[in-house]
T-cell receptor
Framework: NAGVTQTPKFRVLKTGQSMTLLCAQDMNHEYMYWYRQDPGMGLRLIHYSVGEGTTAKGEVPDGYNVSRLKKQNFLLGLESAAPSQTSVYFC?????????????FGPGTRLTVT | AQKVTQAQTEISVVEKEDVTLDCVYETRDTTYYLFWYKQPPSGELVFLIRRNSFDEQNEISGRYSWNFQKSTSSFNFTITASQVVDSAVYFCALSEAWSGGGADGLTFGKGTHLIIQP
């Protein structure tokens, strides 16, 4: 039982490049989330999904797209990376809506955009 | 809109001292949930506690205790007899109950960096 895994762990991109971050969970959770963590800012919600095939915007969605084609996977895409997207990205999953169920976090992906 | 404030950016204490981390929240909902997470230097997020708005009982878990006061919209976290291993960034977070149209997810405070000196 791996819990929540994220791929890759580290990545350096040049401005304008694209990439996809993969989040996978093996707990059969319906709900999945992407957050970004910036120094002194705490975590902020980018996008979330309440089930396979559904996605919704969070607090800071601009510049990102997501897809949830399979229940266990939640992908975060950057179509044209910008230095402002340098951050640590955390994926989380939950068996219930965020209040009623604990969110399980992945180990994070450190992304640097130069 | 919901908001979480952790006014203490950094706290430094000597080992074995007690330390309290403050958390003040804002929400319009009567049903909501409060959380504390720990982020050690390794970077992962460790769940510590979840409390719903209808349960104001204080909770103790070993050296950790939490004081929830709706009257002051606070959910403070105390570590008794601190240890070096407690050094981490601690986040308080809030989630409002699902209303069928609002955004899901947690709203985090900016975190308090706790340094325990030997």
């Amino acid at each position: 039982n791996a819990g929540v895994t994220q791929t890759p762990k580290f990545r350096v991109l040049k401005t304008g490049q694209s990439m996809t971050l993969l989040c996978a969970q093996d707990m059969n959770h319906e709900y999945m989330y992407w957050y970004r963590q910036d120094p002194g800012m705490g975590l902020r919600l980018i996008h979330y999904s309440v089930g396979e095939g559904t996605t919704a915007k969070g607090e800071v969605p601009d510049g990102y797209n997501v897809s949830r084609l399979k229940k266990q996977n939640f992908l975060l895409g950057l179509e044209s990376a910008a230095p402002s997207q340098t951050s640590v990205y955390f994926c989380a999953s939950s068996y219930a809506l965020s209040g009623t169920g604990e969110q399980y976090f992945g180990p994070g992906t450190r992304l640097t955009v130069t | 809109a919901q908001k979480v404030t952790q006014a203490q950016t950094e706290i430094s204490v000597v080992e074995k001292e007690d330390v309290t981390l403050d958390c003040v929240y804002e929400t319009r909902d009567t049903t909501y949930y409060l959380f504390w997470y720990k982020q050690p230097p390794s970077g992962e997020l460790v769940f510590l506690i979840r409390r719903n708005s209808f349960d104001e009982q204080n909770e103790i878990s070993g050296r950790y205790s939490w004081n929830f006061q709706k009257s002051t919209s606070s959910f403070n976290f105390t570590i008794t007899a601190s240890q070096v291993v407690d050094s981490a960034v601690y986040f308080c977070a809030l989630s409002e109950a699902w209303s069928g149209g609002g955004a899901d997810g947690l709203t985090f405070g900016k975190g308090t960096h706790l340094i325990i000196q030997p």
